[in-house]
């Protein structure tokens, strides 16, 4: 395990939380971030231990008070909140990023883009989940998916060019 690769994914999934910008769409309460595009490149780049590592203690470092939560938020109350779903979710979609990429290689696009769409359902089945039980369905999808989809397409494919520059230019 790659403490250093771990540390370097957690700081650059933290750092994303506050790049966030509100449209005002909705009253979900749930702002836009970048942290699902930071999650499946940092997911890409890491075996399925340290994605669990990563993804946990990201949790973990918010649960207990640390401001790592999208606008500089912390705490359980988070975590219970509309987005909470959304939060866990990065585990299980970093998770299953990881174990999918380990069969593909070299990496294409197209491999990658399919990956991230899949893990972007995986995130919206936990996010739209926890919404739809906290609420009901229909608030869940006019609050959690409606206004979210279109730009969770585009971080996932923006992800995928990100992730085969830096896997081939940087990591090499």
Same mark, same amino acid.
């Given at each position: 395990m790659n403490w250093l690769k771990i540390a370097v994914g957690l700081i650059c999934i933290i750092i994303s939380a506050y790049v966030s910008f509100s449209i005002p769409v909705?009253?979900?309460g749930i702002p836009f971030t970048a942290q699902s595009l930071v999650v499946f490149v940092v997911a890409a780049m890491m075996n399925t231990? +340290?994605? &669990?590592?990563?993804?946990?203690?990201?949790?973990?470092?918010?649960?207990?008070?640390?401001?790592?939560?999208? +606008?500089g938020t912390a705490g359980m109350d988070k975590i219970m909140g509309?987005?909470?779903?959304?939060?866990?979710?990065?585990v299980f979609a970093g998770w299953f990023i990881s174990e999918m990429i380990a069969d593909f290689k070299p990496m294409k696009v197209y491999?990658?883009?399919?990956?991230?769409?899949?893990?972007?359902?995986?995130?919206?089945?936990?996010?739209?989940g926890h919404l739809a039980? &906290?609420?009901?369905? +229909?608030?869940?999808? &006019?609050?959690?998916?409606y206004p979210f989809w279109k730009m969770a397409l585009f971080k996932a494919l923006l992800a995928a060019l990100v992730t085969v520059v830096i896997r081939r230019d940087i990591i090499g």
């Amino acid at each position: 395990m790659n403490w250093l690769k771990i540390a370097v994914g957690l700081i650059c999934i933290i750092i994303s939380a506050y790049v966030s910008f509100s449209i005002p769409v909705t009253e979900s309460g749930i702002p836009f971030t970048a942290q699902s595009l930071v999650v499946f490149v940092v997911a890409a780049m890491m075996n399925t231990h +340290e994605v &669990k590592v990563c993804m946990l203690s990201y949790l973990f470092l918010g649960i207990v008070g640390l401001p790592v939560f999208a +606008e500089g938020t912390a705490g359980m109350d988070k975590i219970m909140g509309p987005s909470g779903g959304f939060l866990y979710g990065f585990v299980f979609a970093g998770w299953f990023i990881s174990e999918m990429i380990a069969d593909f290689k070299p990496m294409k696009v197209y491999h990658l883009l399919i990956i991230f769409l899949a893990a972007t359902f995986v995130l919206f089945f936990f996010g739209l989940g926890h919404l739809a039980l &906290k609420f009901d369905l +229909e608030s869940a999808l &006019k609050f959690g998916l409606y206004p979210f989809w279109k730009m969770a397409l585009f971080k996932a494919l923006l992800a995928a060019l990100v992730t085969v520059v830096i896997r081939r230019d940087i990591i090499g």
